[in-house]
């Protein structure tokens, strides 16, 4: 057996990228760690079993409460991103080396498939759920829509990322079928009870958390690295006629808790060490605690796609509250992170129309539906529509690496 690195390098999925994922088992067995190079997944439980080490042996950089003794036969990421980033190192050199030979042994057969033959669950055990407000544009565009004669932006949107806390069990890997939600809306002046008809989508990027925090101690901007393990894409979807009835005055309910759909695969740190870029001017400076002694922020490309038709291409280097000041924020208080926490950027928009990551702004609030490929047209979700996600950012290799797409379609209720 060969792997064509040449080839792959590519794909988006070179050596350079390895995400991690989760493959199911067979016969009620725990589900198997993999990782990808091109179309080939490579099955880390398998290779372990087969007497491969895979150069997690040195444990002693994993928090105590995080170690497990196998994190391969698992049902989530969370004891192998414990290990922490310098066994992720090793096991990333491991597989680098590995997939490099000339010929794999016929033995190590079995832990190489192709991606069309396994199935990928939920890749982390998300205990917390974390949705931020991070995109100037974004808050702007919403703020003109519904505040037209107002400041678009409330008074504390440039001091702090304002943000809320969402529902971790309806967070779900991607291909999950989304249920329209139902809930309380106005029709004509009256209150009534039905399902959406506003539902839309949040392009936007996500953090798991690798290592967990003491209770009572804020995490600094400068630890994010310490801290978080991967990157997924995310759409947490919006039931936009539910929620503009029911935010006010504590924010987002049912009308963003029903479905958040998640990459099934996880980008680590580690792949992403070229992508990082300059952020924007932040204007008046920020609190101490969300200032950063070196601002970085992810030069990920976006990429919404509505049915066979591209909508919009999101860049998410242009948010203005960054990855680390999220996590700084969210946890200044005292609040601490578990590992497989998940916090998201919420929506990615940029200055320009095509750049939007939601349907509410790329139709102006349904007032100016989009036209797709087949001639039909959007103001918001049809049943049987399907929105896929995807990004990119540049690679170890000076190419580009692609991050894994997510995807849901729209079904009706019963």
């Given at each position: 057996m060969h792997l064509d690195i040449n080839t792959h390098d590519q794909t988006g999925y070179g050596l350079d990228h390895l995400p991690l994922a989760i493959m199911g088992g067979t016969d009620n067995q725990a589900g198997h760690v993999v990782t990808r190079v091109g179309d080939t997944v490579i099955d880390l439980a398998a290779l372990g079993d087969l007497g491969v080490n895979l150069g997690l042996t040195d444990t002693t950089t994993a928090h105590p409460t995080d170690r497990t003794d196998d994190p391969w036969h698992a049902n989530s990421l969370n004891a192998l991103f414990a290990t922490g980033h310098e066994a992720m190192a090793r096991l990333r050199d491991r597989i680098s080396t590995l997939a490099t030979q000339t010929v794999i042994e016929d033995r190590l057969g079995p832990a190489f498939r192709s991606i069309d033959?396994?199935?990928?669950?939920?890749?982390?055990?998300?205990?917390?759920?974390?949705?931020?407000?991070?995109?100037?544009?974004?808050?702007?565009?919403?703020?003109?829509?519904?505040?037209?004669?107002?400041?678009?932006?409330?008074?504390?949107?440039?001091?702090?990322?304002?943000?809320?806390?969402?529902?971790?069990?309806?967070?779900?890997?991607?291909?999950?079928?989304?249920?329209?939600?139902?809930?309380?809306?106005?029709?004509?002046?009256?209150?009534?009870?039905?399902?959406?008809?506003?539902?839309?989508?949040?392009?936007?990027?996500?953090?798991?958390?690798?290592?967990?925090?003491?209770?009572?101690?804020?995490?600094?901007?400068?630890?994010?690295?310490?801290?978080?393990?991967?990157?997924?894409?995310?759409?947490?979807?919006?039931?936009?006629?539910?929620?503009?009835?029911?935010?006010?005055?504590?924010?987002?309910?049912?009308?963003?808790?029903?479905?958040?759909?998640?990459?099934?695969?996880?980008?680590?740190?580690?792949?992403?060490?070229?992508?990082?870029?300059?952020?924007?001017?932040?204007?008046?400076?920020?609190?101490?605690?969300?200032?950063?002694?070196d601002p970085w922020?992810?030069?990920?490309?976006?990429?919404?796609?509505?049915?066979?038709?591209?909508?919009?291409?999101?860049?998410?280097?242009?948010?203005?509250?960054?990855?680390?000041?999220?996590?700084?924020?969210?946890?200044v208080n005292g609040a601490d992170v578990r590992v497989g926490d998940l916090f998201a950027s919420g929506t990615v928009s940029g200055e320009h129309p095509n750049q939007y990551g939601s349907l509410i702004e790329l139709t102006n609030g349904g007032s100016q539906p989009l036209t797709l490929s087949d001639h039909s047209t959007r103001g918001f979700l049809d049943d049987g529509d399907t929105v896929t996600i995807r990004a990119s950012a540049p690679s170890l290799r000076g190419n580009r690496l692609s991050l894994g797409e997510v995807r849901g379609t729209i079904v009706g209720q019963g």
């Open positions: 033959e396994v199935t990928l669950l939920l890749p982390i055990d998300c205990k917390n759920y974390v949705d931020f407000y991070s995109s100037l544009q974004h808050a702007t565009n919403l703020g003109r829509l519904f505040r037209p004669n107002g400041d678009p932006l409330t008074p504390n949107w440039r001091h702090l990322p304002i943000g809320y806390h969402g529902r971790s069990s309806t967070v779900v890997v991607s291909d999950t079928p989304v249920r329209r939600p139902f809930g309380l809306r106005i029709v004509d002046n009256k209150c009534v009870f039905g399902p959406s008809l506003r539902l839309d989508i949040e392009a936007e990027v996500g953090f798991v958390v690798g290592r967990t925090s003491t209770l009572g101690t804020a995490v600094k901007t400068e630890e994010f690295f310490d801290y978080v393990a991967g990157v997924v894409l995310v759409n947490d979807w919006s039931a936009r006629d539910i929620q503009s009835f029911e935010y006010q005055p504590l924010g987002p309910f049912l009308g963003k808790s029903f479905l958040t759909s998640i990459s099934a695969w996880v980008t680590p740190l580690e792949a992403l060490t070229s992508a990082r870029t300059t952020p924007v001017t932040q204007d008046p400076i920020p609190a101490d605690y969300l200032v950063d002694t922020n992810l030069a990920i490309e976006l990429e919404v796609e509505l049915n066979d038709t591209l909508i919009s291409h999101p860049p998410f280097a242009t948010t203005y509250w960054t990855p680390g000041q999220q996590l700084a924020h969210q946890t």
